[in-house]
């Protein structure tokens, strides 16, 4: 419990988003040399959870919808490609450092970077490996870009990839992804709870 504890706190307060990472640092700062008593990274997300409500409430709140709204205005910019939110900020659990990752289904990845330019966005391209099962990785292109002061770290799947999303580095479940009327309904929710 206290190493979730400890890579949850990490995790908030460097901005780190890879459990394994935060697992590592938590061991060498509790003196843990067993990799058998490390926490499974459920135990850290909700850790996580905790850390923020009990810690940092109302500012991780306001956080939190910042990060969403800045998301939405992501997610409308690039309509024309199905966008969907995924990740820390979706489920909650993104710190002040976290960027906005979303989900973009397109005939190319270079469709994307022409809606960008026309907008006069800058961006570059990158690659991100996902798993699906414990044996099979996939490699997709990344479009990152700035949004306000946020960035934004967009994959993009073939249009068909909306049918099977790739597992989630929490539980190894298919990942949650939600569009922009099921990410404004959470923000109205969200801002009902202030009244």
Same mark, same amino acid.
């Given at each position: /419990?206290?190493?979730?504890? $400890?890579?949850?706190?990490? /995790?908030? $307060?460097?901005?780190?988003?890879?459990?394994?990472?935060?697992?590592?640092?938590?061991? %060498?700062?509790?003196?843990?040399?067993?990799? &058998?008593?490390?926490?499974?990274?459920?135990?850290?997300?909700? &850790?996580?959870?905790?850390? !923020?409500?009990?810690?940092?409430?109302?500012?991780?709140?306001? &956080?939190?919808?910042?990060?969403?709204?800045?998301?939405?205005?992501?997610?409308?910019?690039?309509?024309?490609?199905?966008?969907?939110?995924?990740?820390?900020?979706?489920?909650?659990?993104?710190?002040? !450092?976290?960027?906005?990752?979303?989900?973009?289904? &397109?005939?190319?990845? $270079?469709?994307?970077?022409?809606?960008? /330019?026309?907008?006069?966005?800058? !961006?570059?391209?990158?690659?991100?490996?996902?798993?699906?099962?414990?044996?099979?990785?996939?490699?997709?292109?990344?479009?990152?870009?700035?949004?306000?002061?946020? %960035?934004?770290?967009?994959?993009?799947?073939?249009?068909?990839?909306?049918?099977?999303?790739?597992?989630?580095?929490?539980?190894?479940?298919? /990942?949650?992804?939600?569009?922009?009327?099921?990410?404004?309904?959470?923000?109205?929710? $969200?801002?009902?709870?202030?009244?």
């Amino acid at each position: /419990m206290a190493l979730a504890q $400890e890579a949850a706190r990490i /995790m908030s $307060e460097q901005g780190i988003d890879d459990y394994g990472l935060a697992k590592r640092k938590a061991a %060498e700062r509790l003196g843990a040399t067993d990799i &058998a008593v490390l926490p499974k990274n459920t135990e850290i997300e909700a &850790a996580l959870a905790a850390h !923020h409500r009990l810690f940092e409430g109302d500012k991780h709140s306001t &956080a939190l919808s910042a990060l969403r709204r800045t998301a939405l205005q992501a997610m409308k910019l690039l309509d024309s490609f199905q966008p969907r939110l995924v990740g820390p900020v979706l489920s909650g659990t993104a710190s002040a !450092h976290s960027e906005v990752n979303l989900h973009l289904f &397109a005939d190319s990845p $270079e469709r994307v970077t022409l809606h960008l /330019m026309d907008k006069n966005i800058p !961006h570059h391209l990158a690659e991100r490996r996902l798993r699906y099962e414990p044996n099979r990785l996939v490699s997709y292109p990344v479009v990152q870009f700035v949004a306000g002061d946020r %960035e934004i770290d967009a994959v993009v799947f073939p249009i068909d990839g909306i049918r099977q999303s790739p597992a989630s580095p929490v539980d190894g479940k298919p /990942m949650r992804r939600a569009d922009a009327a099921e990410l404004e309904s959470l923000l109205e929710s $969200e801002s009902s709870d202030y009244y």
